[in-house]
């Protein structure tokens, strides 16, 4: 009876969203009070219904009902509680579920806080906002139902996939949709402009906020994405360019552009063509990335085995999206009023060089990741492109970057000397560049990648520390959050670098044969395996490894890396035994007993054990939690709220 | 030429001159890091090409790894099995930790180069969901096992003089 109530509320949430998406839209046009009344309790309606969907499929998950279709196959009366909550979103149907959910969440969001905006702008943003609803709630009932039934039911259930039983990936897909989901406000914003024809500074102050908190869950998506894949994993790799990597890369990259473009519109009034423009694009991105994941086009590790009636489905959606909002853009946008002029030594030239460089990547990204699709429907053979050609681009398009970063917050808008920035800068860049030589002489190995980064990170973090100086030397000037929310963001970069191009560079790895009692000596750490164990977990077997890690003949640690073998679906699964520290990590996996295949003693032999010594690891996602942190206080800028309130109010009246 | 015109210019100059650099840096780093995918069959049958025979071009090799292949010399870090498309089979040898999901009558990728007759691999990938066999390996072997199926009307009304 239950999930038929979940199914339900999700036809009526269907309705609600196209009564959201096509009253208020018209309303708007013809001038229609009550019309365009219409879209808040619309939006507040629809969050209602699909939060009953998912809780029901949250409470069929618990209870284990395994005539829902969906449970039966990812879930198991062994599955411990925690994970019962998680699995929801543990595959295809749960997870586009998550994504409606979201964005009902966005949406009640964007109707709740728009109270002080004009009417009829808010009846064409929600209306925006209710047509991708209509999208994905179709989407949803029409080729993913996860309420279908399995009559007779089971009684067992094929469990969840083991590498989604981890806590990293109880936060990893939400904190994603949060972040991709999160762009249609900016979105929805953008082609409201584009259907009124103008574009009013007040209105993108205040979605200045919406795509610093999306960008920053995006930015928190993907590090835990990432943290996850190197302790889950059992590689110790961090980043992949795998295609699904790449996938929610490119939003994240055009959504750094976004932020930094509207900066300058909602300040000079420049760019306006082109913050609308990377708005479509950062959110067509984020429905590209969910077609890619979806539609098992790609070979990733994240591919599920797809049916091709949802592949299409989304295609022509995507295609509806990104068509129909690039046609309003060609026949909107040049109606846009031109921003205040600046020379080419200005703050805004140096924005326009941040965004070039970041949609470049972008691009770059985009043609590594589809090139083999494209190259497999002309028929030029079955190819996969390889990280260098990633890792080579994206370094030569960020370096520049990198060095324009400190420049920024010093220069001024509109024109700007270019010896004082420079002036300024000048001590710090020297010092920058003799630490880099100092890394370069002292590094044990990998002199020129350390060197590069050590360099990179001081200079962004002196750059940054200069700008924050002069804020605090000069009387009377405040120091805001919005600046604050940069300065983290920046620093962010900073240590990103330091732990990127460290551990690159530092990294020690080996495969080695261990048999029990054997030691051998990686780096400055010697390991002393002591043999394997088997323990029982609560759906799994395990074969638990004892290894001492040593150091100087004193022992740091006793590390237990794991393989497990799963109850149902005899999965088998890598825990990483990770000691962890600011400096460096110690990574020890366990990959297969050694001994002849019919020896039922093999586990207690000799094993085979990967071995990594990661410096710098943790300042990977360390940077990337400043960045997301900084996109989060930057939101918090008063700026974005009071103001508005009172002009919006003021332009009613009169 | 007024001063607006002429900075307008030499802005447009600039981007071409930067879309030619980035054309050319992107298709160099294409055209070194693109691996094609083959099967045995094509390797052993010199559809792969010259270079893909003689060792010289990495390549992806993809298939099922062959029952009762898998061989592995008593504490060391070699293994050896053999990759095959239904067509034909071709020996591999790989040093270093196989992933999880590896097992013989799986799907696999490996990653590597030809020496002499056997595939040296450096990377090998298995996929983690057991009811998913990659789509390009599929489409590979869908075609292999075509060719030993029975003629479907359109190769029939090919073949008919």
């Known amino acids: 009876m239950l999930p038929e109530i979940g199914q339900v509320a999700l036809v009526l949430a269907l309705l609600v969203s196209l009564l959201q998406a096509t009253l208020p839209l018209a309303g708007a046009q013809r001038g229609r009070t009550s019309w365009m009344s219409v879209a808040r309790p619309a939006a507040f309606a629809q969050l209602l219904l699909v939060l009953c969907a998912f809780l029901v499929l949250t409470v069929s998950f618990v209870m284990q009902d395994f005539s829902v279709r969906y449970v039966a196959e990812n879930s198991n009366s062994l599955l411990p509680v925690i994970y019962r909550y998680t699995a929801v979103w543990g595959s295809h149907e749960g997870s586009l579920l998550l994504w409606a959910l979201i964005l009902a969440g966005w949406t009640g969001a964007v109707a709740e806080f728009s109270r002080k905006l004009p009417d009829e702008v808010v009846a064409r943003v929600l209306g925006v906002m209710g047509l991708v609803s209509v999208g994905f709630l179709s989407f949803l009932i029409f080729t993913s ?21 981890d806590p990293g990936m109880i936060i990893h897909p939400p904190m994603l949709y949060l972040g991709y989901v999160g762009f249609v406000v900016p979105f929805a914003f953008a082609v409201a402009a584009l259907i009124d024809g103008r574009m009013d500074a007040r209105w993108l102050r205040w979605t200045r906020p919406w795509t610093n908190v999306a960008w920053g869950f995006l930015t928190l998506g993907i590090a835990i994405g990432s943290w996850w894949a190197y302790y889950e994993l059992g590689w110790g790799g961090w980043w992949f360019w795998d295609p699904v990597e790449n996938a929610s ?71 509806i999206v990104v068509g129909g909002s690039l046609l309003l853009y060609a026949l909107r946008a040049p109606r846009f009023e031109e921003g205040a002029p600046f020379a080419a030594s200005s703050r805004e030239t140096l924005l326009l060089a941040n965004n070039l460089l970041l949609v470049s990547a972008c691009g770059m990204v985009l043609l590594g990741t589809l090139y083999p699709l494209l190259a497999d429907a002309l028929d030029l053979g079955k190819i996969s492109v390889g990280p260098p050609y990633f890792g080579f681009l994206f370094v030569l398009l960020m370096t520049p970057l990198v060095l324009l970063l400190p420049f920024g917050p010093l220069t001024r808008w509109q024109r700007e000397q270019p010896s004082k920035p420079l002036a300024m800068l000048a001590p710090w860049a020297i010092l ?46 405040r120091f805001t959050p919005e600046m604050l929310g940069m300065t983290l963001a920046h620093t962010g970069i900073a ?14 790895q080996r495969e080695l044969p261990l048999a029990p009692g054997q030691t051998v000596e990686v780096g400055k750490y010697a390991f002393r395996f002591e043999g394997v164990e088997e323990t029982q977990g609560p759906n799994y077997v395990s074969d638990l490894g004892h290894v001492q890690v040593l150091r100087d003949g004193k022992p740091v640690t006793l590390l237990h890396p794991e393989k497990r073998a799963y109850a149902s679906g005899g999965q088998v699964m890598t825990e990483a035994g990770i000691h962890s520290g600011v400096f460096g990590d110690v990574y020890v996996a366990l990959g297969e007993p050694l001994g002849a295949a019919d020896d039922p003693d093999r586990a207690n032999g000799a094993w085979a054990v990967r071995v990594h010594i990661k410096p710098f690891v943790r300042w990977i996602w360390l940077g990337a939690a400043l960045m997301a942190l900084g996109g989060f206080v930057t939101a918090l800028d008063r700026r974005f709220r009071a103001k508005p309130v009172q002009a919006a109010t003021t332009e009613q009246r009169a | 030429m007024n001063p607006i015109r002429k900075r307008r210019l030499w802005m447009i100059a600039a981007l071409v001159v930067a879309s030619a650099i980035a054309v050319t840096l992107v298709a160099l780093a294409l055209q070194r890091n693109v691996a094609y995918l083959y099967t045995p069959a094509e390797v052993l049958g010199g559809q792969a090409g010259e270079a893909v025979s003689a060792g010289t071009a990495k390549f992806r090799l993809g298939g099922m790894v062959a029952e009762h292949s898998f061989k592995r010399e008593e504490g060391s870090m070699e293994v050896r099995f053999a990759v095959t498309d239904g067509d034909a089979q071709l020996p591999v040898s790989y040093t270093g930790i196989l992933p999880d999901l ?48 029975v003629q479907t009307p359109a190769d029939a009304a090919a073949d008919a003089p």
């Open chain 1, 145 to 165: 139902n996860p309420f279908a039934r399995l009559l007779p039911a089971v009684a067992e259930g094929r469990d969840l996939n083991p590498l989604l039983q």
């Open chain 1, 249 to 319: 890369f490119m939003p994240w990259l055009v959504g750094a552009a976004l932020l930094h473009s509207q900066a300058v519109t909602e300040k000079r009034g420049s760019f306006r063509g082109w913050t609308v423009l990377l708005a479509i694009a950062a959110f067509s991105l984020s429905l590209l990335g969910t077609f890619l994941v979806r539609s098992g086009v790609l070979t990733s590790v994240h591919a599920f085995a797809a049916d091709p009636a949802r592949g299409l489905f989304i295609l022509i959606f995507l295609a």
């Open chain 1, 432 to 477: 920058a560049l003799v630490l880099g030589a100092v890394a370069y002489f002292t590094a044990p190995q990998g002199p020129l990648k350390t060197a590069a980064g050590v360099a990179g990170s001081a200079w962004a973090l002196l750059g940054t520390a200069r700008f924050v100086w002069t804020r605090f030397k000069g009387n009377g000037r």
């Open chain 1, 495 to 508: 240590v990103f670098l330091v732990g990127a191009l460290l551990v690159e560079a530092q990294n020690t």
């Open chain 2, 102 to 149: 590896f097992r013989e009558n799986q799907a696999v990728v490996a990653t590597g180069h030809m020496r002499g007759d056997t595939f040296v691999a450096e990377q090998v990938l298995a996929k983690h969901d057991e009811t998913y066999v990659p789509k390009e390996v599929a489409d590979k072997m869908g075609l292999a096992h075509q060719k030993h199926g």
